[in-house]
């Protein structure tokens, strides 16, 4: 199966944490949570993100079965099994190999709940390997071209990717931590 856009991993994401939810409902939900200011996703992707779930049958709509003023009564959106494991398949996907700065990495992030703690850690293992090849290879690239010698603009489309792969590798650590530390806490029962 194709790779879900942005929109679509979102979606299933707020369904699955729902349960079922309205159209209206999965907007209010991405404007609390402020999806729309860093995922760039408006009204309109929203609705033909929940279409493309329903063609790929990863997601179905049931009929609310009560209605609030005029018009059509609203549909409610319910993850598939299929739906489901896809959802699991993009959160590992994202955790492990997005690059810095993507907010695939977020989205994966906040669909946390949706795989086991040790699935989380190893695929944010892998995204630190992941991390430390790419900064390794800008690296060498700035190396092969004269390094600190480069002219400041030139030094600077290098140094600023690689102080981000370094943040970002001190946050993924962070969260392997805080994730080990419940993983602990649960095996010994607090």
Known sequence: MNRLSNVEFMLLHIIAESKQASGYQINKLI??????????IGTTSIYSGLQKLKEK??????????????GPSPSM??????????LRNEIIISLSTTRERDNRFD?????????????????????????????????????SQGGDRLPLHVRALFLHPMSLIRHEQTFVAELISELTKEMERHDHGY
């Not at 990863?58 to 003023?69: F, N, P, V, W």
């Open 107 to 143: 989205l994966g992030v906040g669909a946390l709940p949706f795989i086991g703690k040790h699935e989380a850690a190893a695929a944010l293992g892998k995204r630190n390997d992941f991390l430390e090849e790419t900064l390794r290879s800008i690296y060498e690239k700035y190396e």
């Open 57 to 70: 049958q990863l997601i179905r709509s049931e009929d609310a079965g009560h209605k609030t003023g005029k």
């Open 77 to 86: 959106y319910v993850l598939m099994e299929a739906g489901l494991e896809t």
């Open 31 to 40: 404007e609390l949570r402020g999806y729309r200011e860093w995922a760039n």
